[in-house]
């Protein structure tokens, strides 16, 4: 076993866009996509090692996945979301960005209910209408945010009464109440502010420290409760784009990397850059809820806006 404080290129290939790492304690393997290269990948993790065992193409962009019980993937695709089933045939899921839009679908996550949450960005240009929206037990789509500039990470704290979410270009993590129960929210206020790289990615470990990949900075930050930083991890790559815990104890940080972005002369002084990089550490992560799928998965053609509730806590 390798040093547990040491950080290690864990795959052989190198991604345009690694995104979006996913542990499936069910099966003991890990999920990520790579977004650019339009793929789905399932891997098993050993050692700190990942070896990839199955790649799900598509012929997209891809920007997250989420895992049932019964192993079935909910990958969010360019616009819409896509069912694969552990047979392997797929089925479409709602359309979330509508025709013709130059957006795209981009991280997301399941709820402490096991609610699929997904946010959009725009891929031409700014913009300050990118959404943040929520595929009910129902079947029916709630839209959280309305004002994003680039929705990314995603974490609820372990009892599940506070939110976590990322607005990339202001360069903020956002924390309101939630409900797991009903799903209502409290008002959005700013937890974290960063000035020197742009957050990503997040994960939340089991003593309620917050895990932040910061694009363009090369590094992982952990922030304590009160959003100071207890700790920053230097990763070999200027894109660090999302960080998860993985394995049966989940103690082993996984960080996903691009090389999308990257000038020639980076790319040749940062030469592991978009590959995944793991590390072992001594607080373990908090288990992410498997999806529950829609009753009515069909049925969810139209959204509903959550208004948060002023009394919430």
Known sequence: M?????????????????????????????????????AVLEGTLDDGRIEVTTRHAFDEMVGAVAVAEDGTLLVAAQENFVLIHPDRTRESGPRIVPAG?????????????????VGTLALAGASESEVLVRWEHDGRLTELDADLTLSNGLAWSADGTRMYSVDTLRGTVFVRGYDPRTGAVGRRQVHLRLDDGSPDG?????????????????EVRRYSPDGTVAERLAVPAPHTSCVAF?????????????????????RRAHPDSGRLFTMRVDTPGLPVP?????????????????????EFP
């Not at 498997?290 to 002023?310: K, M, N, S, Y």
């Open 202 to 218: 997040i994960a939340l470990d089991a003593a309620d420290h917050l895990w932040v990949a910061v694009w363009g900075a090369g």
């Open 246 to 266: 993985a394995g049966d104890d989940l103690r082993t940080l996984v960080i996903t990397t691009a090389t999308n972005g990257l000038s020639d002369r980076q």
């Open 2 to 38: 390798k040093n547990r404080r040491t950080l290690a290129a864990a795959t052989g290939s190198a991604y345009q866009l690694a995104e979006g790492p996913v542990w499936d304690p069910i099966r003991h393997r890990l999920l990520w996509v790579d977004i650019l290269g339009g």
């Open 101 to 117: 839009e130059s957006r795209r679908l981009n991280d997301g996550g399941t709820d402490p209910a096991g609610r699929f949450l």
């Open 290 to 310: 498997a999806w529950v799928p829609p009753t009515t998965p069909g049925r969810a053609a139209r959204f509903a806006t959550l208004r948060p509730d002023q």
